[in-house]
């Protein structure tokens, strides 16, 4: 069994984020979000859960070895005896998934809700979505269900390639796009105009 997600597919209904928060081992809270792709543009929204890489960049930089990861490949959150709440996990990961607790002084993330994974069940957040953006199940199930997209789980990072065990479904013809993601870094800052800005119309600033 896998864990598939389709962008395309989400309808930005927040099911997932609420049944996470219901998941056992979550004492209550959610550990998936939802990502407006474009939000000046467009309401298009996305579900962002841990991707569980195969070298856990999180794990990596935790000096308290606190981040552990199974037999089958899921990255879990930290274990509150051993984690000293550096934040290093949360600024190291590449996806911006792990999240600190500042309550409880504890990364907490997606762990693809082991307790329920590991005995065969959907994870909380697949088995609510109604549009099916987020789907666990087996290759052949993925393929037969859609036919004009296809898995990828290999991502590239500067010269970092970082293969996941969580599928990001694409167009079946789609190219490999390279982003630059630190290109943005040295360029100038947009000039911001404040009466074009609705959130600003009704502001006083005198």
């Given amino acids: 069994m896998e864990f598939f997600i389709d962008p395309r597919r989400c309808i930005g209904c927040q099911a997932c984020v609420q049944a996470c928060g219901e998941c056992d081992t979550h004492k209550g809270q959610s550990m998936i979000q939802l990502d407006y792709l474009d939000r000046p543009n467009s309401t298009q929204t996305t579900p962002v859960v841990c991707m569980h890489c195969d070298s856990p960049t999180c794990a990596e ?3 308290a070895d606190a981040i552990k990861k199974t037999a089958d490949g899921v990255v879990q959150t930290a ?3 051993r984690c000293i709440a550096c934040n290093n996990c949360v600024i190291a990961c590449p996806f911006g998934v792990p999240k600190m607790n500042t309550g409880m002084n504890l990364m907490m993330k997606c762990d693809m809700c082991y307790d329920r994974t590991s005995v065969g069940k959907k994870p909380m ?3 609510v979505c109604p549009s099916q953006a ?3 199940g087996t290759r052949d199930e993925i393929e037969k269900l859609r036919p004009r997209s296809r898995p990828l789980n290999s991502f590239q990072f500067g010269n970092q390639t970082i293969t996941t065990k969580v599928n990001m479904m694409v167009p079946e013809d789609s190219p490999v ?3 630059d993601v630190t290109g943005a870094i040295h360029e100038p800052t947009a000039p911001q105009d404040a009466a074009n800005d609705p959130l600003m119309t009704n502001l006083r600033l005198d």
């Fill in 134 to 136: 987020l789907f666990f």
């Fill in 177 to 179: 796009a390279q982003i």
């Fill in 61 to 63: 930089v935790c000096p």
């Fill in 125 to 127: 957040c697949a088995s």
């Fill in 79 to 81: 274990r509150k005896p």
